[in-house]
């Protein structure tokens, strides 16, 4: 067979694949939306769909500000620091990735839970963790943890020590020289951490449900609404929500496009 | 600026990279440290300009012992071999990157900017971006940066390393330049000998982490101090010869020879002469073979005491005339270095 056939053959595969994989199922949840638009819309408007949608918003929002920040400083650590034991904090940092998020809620339910170890300092102090807002925001920081430490570490090795050695012979403090040469060159591994941190906080279902409960107008999110929606049977409104964290994972993708693009200076 | 360097020592791992070296670069002068890989000289300029820890052994800038202080107190320039450029900043950005990070005010680093950008022909080429330049490009680009902030030393390790052997040549004759305009004292590491000698007015050999020796370029050519510095400088034979009576005896040639006992006896390809026996005398050595090498033709032959060498002349030499492999030729040593072999 000649190259040009094996190349139309894969180019054919990889696009069947992909259609048959994602762009199908998405299709099939726009024509059930598109098929009955009234009903979709009332159960996206529901009081209870939007505190929910609000609710994975802001959990969000949070999540993307903290794990990026925490997960730059570590991967700084574990590449640069000469501190011990750095080769376990970069073991560590992978550990959400192995980890069931059933597991993750689970470990958060007996910490913070009824007799849990945490439990009665919390309590004493009139904060309660379990099956509240904290409790699902704790659950996401926990599984989204590894995404932007991983990029940023592996962008850290590659782009080696010369740059900043450059600036520091130049002058330049150690706080300066991370402002102006080392974070530069990790805008890319962040932008893409930060996408993958705010998909997996959009998406988390397991560990929130485990922790959090479900609770119409405390806990729910648009994750657990859709299931909760699904149960109830209320497809309309499951299927307009999943539509909606479509549409949020979509736009990710294109400002993930938009920011990985190297900048030119004018 | 001055440099003094007095008993550097560098140690990791418990094998000395460094170990023992002093030495001294007068104000405006421009030394290149020459040795082969893994000798320690990137060590040595790393730990002058505070990027490496020193472990014992001072470093004085003029009358200001520096060894101690951070980097960027050091007000040392550095030009890195693979140029370490800022590649999201302009070549304007760029250089002015030194001066920004000191306060220096805008239209001050406008200006520095300018005028580098015209002593290193960069002209217009301001606000490109590192990726958009030619690698000669680069390094005049890291050679304004590390010279903006008007250091007092300049440092450049393997400057020439990743530009390929034309641009090479250009960058050498324009850095010879450079340093006559700027006058900044500079110390350059390279372990290309040829490199060395045609731009630095001292050349410093090391090897194994220790200095070798320091000396004019015509001063290391002419009188190595040590069997390493001769073997390493230029194209040599090293023949092994037994001296006593202030001769040492290589079959039937004679060298002169101050040390007794074994030695080594150190001849450049050049300091060589033969060429064929008449007929009837005895000779020295028999060719083995005759290459032509562009310019030159090298000669390789065998002593009587059975210990190959090989000589090089000019392509059309009158020596060469009926030089052949299997031929006779008689030697001669114009010029050679005996040092005491070490067992």
Known sequence: MSDRWVRRWVIGLVLAYLGAILVVPLFSLLSVVVGAPDRAIDGLLRPEAIDALTRTLTVTAVVVVGNVTMGVAAAWLVVRDPMRGRAALDALLDLPL???????????????????????????????????????????????????????????RELGTSQEEAAATLGATGWQTFWRVTLPNLRSAVALGATLTAARALGEFGAVLVVGGAIRGR????????????????????????????FLAILLLAALTALGRPRRSP | MSIRVVGLQKKLGGNHIVRDVSFEVRPGELVALLGPSGSGK?????????????????????????????VRERNVGFVFQHYALFRHMTVGDNIAFG???????????????RELCQLMGLSGLADRLPAQLSGGQRQRVALARALAPQPSLLLLDEPFGAVDAKVREELRRWLRRLHDEVHTTSLFVTHDQEEAFAVADRVMILSQGQLEQADTPEGILDRPATEFVARFVGDVNVLHAVAADGVALLGGLRVPSETAGAVHVVVRAYDLKLWRAADGAAGHATVRRVLPLGDRVRVEAVLDDGQSFHAQFPRRSSLLHGVEPGGRVEVEITTSRVFPARS
């Open chain 1, 98 to 156: 192995a980890v069931s998020p059933v597991m993750t809620g689970l470990s958060l339910l007996l910490l913070f839970g009824r007799n849990g170890w945490l439990a009665s300092p919390l309590s004493s102090m009139g904060v309660v963790v379990p099956f509240q807002w904290p409790a699902i925001l704790l659950a996401t920081l926990f599984v989204t943890l590894p995404f932007t430490a991983r990029e940023v570490i592996l962008v850290l």
């Open chain 1, 219 to 246: 806990t729910q999110t648009a994750t657990t609404f859709i299931h909760t929606a699904m149960e109830e049977r209320q497809e309309e409104a499951a299927y307009a929500m999943s539509l909606v964290l479509a």
């Open chain 2, 42 to 70: 990137s060590t040595v300029l790393r730990m002058i300009a505070g990027l490496e820890t020193v472990d014992a052994g001072e470093v004085w800038l003029e009358d200001r012992r520096v060894d101690t202080l951070d």
């Open chain 2, 99 to 113: 001066l920004q990070v000191r306060g220096v005010s805008a239209d001050k680093r406008e200006a520095r900017v």
